[in-house]
Nanobody, 120 residues
Framework: QAQLVESGGGLVQAGDSLRLSCAAS????????MGWYRQAPGKERELVAH???????DYVDSVKGRFTISRDNAKNSAYLQMSSLKPEDTAVYYC??????????????WGQGTLVTVSS
């Protein structure tokens, strides 16, 4: 059974940087697209960024130029480097794995989430 475990969340100030990590197990990680989603209090979960198995990336407009998604297939890990953080980035961040090499459709595996809080 595939599992995803996020780490790296915490409390930071506006303008700071933070790096989230996602460790995957239980499947051939390199074959699948990965994504980062977030859910702010009182809001629906939204896509932040995703990366195909080939390394092609895409981002939601609100984080373009500030966040970078990456993956290390040798370490079965995905990352989200976040910089110039804003209070509106406060949310629980979830790592997700798709069922194919491209990020079409919905993810099939989710992590438990890690909380990022950005103070003003």
């Amino acid at each position: 059974q595939a599992q995803l475990v996020e780490s790296g969340g915490g409390l930071v100030q506006a303008g700071d940087s933070l790096r989230l990590s996602c460790a995957a197990s239980g499947r051939i990680f390199s074959n699948y697209a990965m994504g980062w989603y977030r859910q702010a209090p009182g809001k629906e979960r939204e896509l932040v960024a995703h990366i195909s198995s080939y390394g092609i990336t895409d981002y939601v407009d609100s984080v373009k130029g500030r966040f970078t998604i990456s993956r290390d297939n040798a370490k079965n890990s995905a990352y989200l480097q976040m910089s110039s953080l804003k209070p509106e980035d406060t949310a629980v961040y979830y790592c997700a794995a798709y069922g194919s090499s491209w990020y079409n459709g919905s993810p099939t595996v989710w992590g438990q989430g890690t909380l990022v809080t950005v103070s003003s």
